[in-house]
């Protein structure tokens, strides 16, 4: 299986902020990489697909980049409805994996 | 747009078997990019990918739960369903269906993502 680490597990952020949540994979796994948000008690929300692409509807505040193991996910001005747990996913191999989430809170 | 709602029992007895199944309307269950999937969520845990299947039947099993997951589609109804035997206390979790639609470029497959998601049920194990 292919494990996907993010780090760190929870941030702590301001309105405003430039956040950056970081997803390590075990193996290379080319573009088949995205980006979910999840808030308390909904279901997941597609963000980022591809890397880098921007699901529709998505604010361009939000921003993936990255290749072979390590991505990322850029939040550039966090705003309050940001606050949620986000998750990177691979698609490269079966079964299909998720990172552990990142937390972002409220300082 | 297409939604995806799941139904099914909320609380199942240990060695029991959970069965649920998502109604998928505003769209059709036979797209050819369209694979459907289970995913499960313990209490105050990360996502876990089930398995998925594609209209012709075809399905991926995650190894962890394959020797006791079952997943079917039934395009006439346009729904496909989830069966997990043998389940314990472990098995409790909130279970969502959703679509992975795979993304290509001029024809080749380059990635794919789980785009729509259902609202999620919960399912408790216990006696």
């Known amino acids: 299986d292919i494990q996907m680490t993010q780090s760190p597990s929870s941030v702590s952020a301001s309105v405003g902020d430039r956040v950056t949540i970081t997803c390590r994979a075990s193996q290379s796994i080319g573009s088949w990489l995205a980006w979910y948000q999840q808030n308390p008690g909904k279901a997941p929300k597609l963000l980022i697909y591809a890397v880098s692409s921007l699901q529709g509807g998505v604010p361009s505040r939000f921003s993936g980049s990255g290749s072979g193991t390590d991505f990322t996910l850029t939040i550039s001005s966090l705003q309050p409805e940001d606050f949620a747990t986000y998750y990177c996913q691979q698609a490269n191999s079966f079964p299909l994996t998720f990172g552990g989430g990142t937390k972002v809170e409220i300082k | 747009q297409v939604r995806l709602q799941e139904s099914g029992p909320g609380l199942v007895k240990p060695s029991g078997t959970l069965s649920l199944t998502c109604a998928v309307s505003g769209g059709s269950i036979s797209s050819s990019i369209s694979w459907w999937s289970w995913i499960r969520q313990p209490p105050g845990k990360g996502l876990e990918w089930i398995g998925e299947i594609y209209h012709s039947g075809s399905t991926n099993y995650n190894p962890s739960l394959k020797s006791r997951v079952t997943i079917s589609v039934d395009k006439s109804k346009s729904q496909f369903s989830l069966k997990l035997s043998s389940v314990t206390a472990a098995d409790t979790a909130v279970y969502y269906c959703?679509?992975?639609?795979?993304?290509?470029?001029?024809?080749?497959?380059?990635?794919?993502?789980?785009?729509?998601w259902g609202q999620g049920t919960m399912v408790t194990v216990s006696s």
């Open positions: 959703a679509r992975k639609t795979r993304i290509t470029v001029a024809g080749t497959p380059v990635s794919s993502a789980f785009d729509i």
